[in-house]
């Protein structure tokens, strides 16, 4: 579609009411994916009706400001710290000299770890640094592929299975003069589970190299999870080796996005973080991360949900959110074909046993339950969220109905085993050509 198209939205000429524009909406709303089944990819974060109206006071009186300025705004600046002071101590900060930022997501926190990982090598290698890499299972999130491509360093990955942790000792065969850091997640968005971080950290002390820890899934519910009473590898910054951890709070915190926190270690890894400019004709220019103008109703959204659930209505959202996941596990382990993966806290993958389990997701897809999938291995991702105990029974009785279909070769077509919809490129359907040409030759408008 070229500019100019008559086919393009272009302003109104006159405004329009509040009701024609919130019909608007409400038409949209009506054709997207309800919040039920959306549930556990989605719409997943969603939390409970106590969560939505504490996000909906703080957007009522905060939806304005611009958390850009919040040095100038002592209430604001109150809010903010308390926000970073609890976050800290969820990510095992208690006690120590850690220190924090807020970002705007798990690919901001995460590139922002590698930016002060890359800048405190190549201030203590100096021209011994030319190739910086970094080593990682390869179950480590996409986001931190983005952020080495961006900050040109090498990503060398480890492969294991979901049924093994990543072998450590493989990753540190990899470890040459280049490497600067050791990357792990808690836990994984492909697998659901928690790498090795406490091997890896022994390996980052001996070699003198940074782990980074990306627990944007975990970091603000695996605490609550162990407190639970489940086995929970360590992996957060009490344990020693891991110089940044990150944890978004838009996603188990149950904020509304874009909030997420990279946390470290010390004010000696902090220090690496900050790009401060002068040379500019307004002065000194130093935001909190990469991002410039962000929202603040997230982070008084957040404190919000911090006082108003406090730690006992945080700990009770993760009984529920292990009871969901149980009974799915129980289920998809009793319904014959289908085989689901261990894991550690909310994130659940279930593989065929037999079937193709995309037939699996595109049956279920036509039930209306909008997943995600793994793709190696192939699998069905479920992002485990709080469900209502209708909603939860119909997801288990459409898993058992679509599998058995499948097994009986009723169902044929194939749901898409991806991350958001667009697949890689020997699985995705034909029209698919590669992910660039998508993104560029399709009208920009998403239809
Ligand atoms: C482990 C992990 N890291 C990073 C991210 C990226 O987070 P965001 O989409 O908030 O940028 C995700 C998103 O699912 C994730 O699961």
Redesign the pocket.
């Known amino acids: 579609m070229k500019m100019g198209d008559n086919a393009m939205f272009r302003l109104p000429d006159q405004g329009q009411s509040l009701e024609d524009v919130t019909a608007v909406y409400d038409e949209a709303l009506a054709n997207m994916t309800s919040e039920m089944s959306g549930k556990l990819a989605a719409t997943a974060f969603w939390g409970t009706d106590e969560v939505k109206a504490i996000i909906h006071e703080a957007y009522a009186r905060f939806g304005g400001w611009n958390a850009l300025f919040t040095f100038q705004e002592p209430g604001a600046a109150r809010i903010e710290n308390d926000v970073l002071d609890a976050c800290i101590l969820l990510g095992g900060g208690a006690g120590s000299m850690a220190r924090g930022n807020l970002t705007s ?4 926190s ?1 590139f922002c770890a590698l930016q002060a990982m890359r800048a405190w090598a190549r201030e203590t290698r100096g021209e011994n640094l030319h190739r910086p890499n970094v080593i990682a299972p390869h179950t480590i ?1 996409a ?1 931190i592929h983005k952020a080495a491509m961006v900050l040109d360093i090498e990503l060398r990955t480890v492969e294991h299975s979901p049924f093994d942790p990543v072998d450590t000792a493989a990753m540190e065969a990899l470890i040459d003069d280049q490497t600067i850091g050791l990357l792990g ?1 808690a836990p ?2 492909p697998f659901g589970q928690v790498d090795p971080i406490a091997e890896m950290g022994q390996i980052a002390l001996a070699h003198n190299i940074w782990l980074h820890v ?1 627990g ?2 975990g970091t603000y519910v695996l605490p609550f999870f162990r407190e639970l009473g489940e086995a929970i590898p360590d992996f957060d910054l009490g344990v020693p080796g891991v110089r940044s951890l990150s944890g ?1 709070l ?1 996603k188990y915190g149950f904020a509304p996005k874009p909030l ?1 926190t990279i946390l470290w270690a010390s004010a000696a890894e902090q220090r690496y973080h900050f790009l401060p400019i002068t040379d500019w004709p307004c002065g000194l220019y130093v935001s909190q991360s990469l991002v410039g103008s962000r929202p603040f109703a997230p982070i008084a959204a957040a404190w919000g949900l911090f006082h108003g659930l406090g730690h006992a209505g945080y700990l009770e959202n993760a009984r529920q959110l292990r009871d969901t996941r149980n009974r799915i596990l129980k289920a998809a382990n009793e319904i014959e074909g289908l085989t689901p993966w261990p894991c550690h806290g909310p994130l659940v993958q279930i593989s065929g046993d037999g079937l193709e389990i995309k037939t699996v997701i595109g049956g279920m897809t036509a039930r209306g339950w909008n997943l995600l999938g793994v793709q190696q291995p192939e699998a069905i991702h479920l992002t485990i969220d709080i469900m209502a105990e209708d909603a939860l029974n119909r997801f288990i009785r459409d898993l058992e109905e679509v599998t058995a279909l499948v097994r009986t070769g009723e169902i044929d077509a194939e749901g898409l085993l991806s991350y958001g919809g667009v697949a890689a490129e020997e699985t995705a359907p034909k029209w698919l050509l590669s992910a660039i040409e998508i993104m560029t030759q399709a009208p920009h408008r998403h239809e």
Request: glycine share 12%; net charge negative.
């Open positions: 997501g798990g690919t901001e995460n999130h986001t997640s994984s968005w990306d944007c899934v978004d838009h997420s």
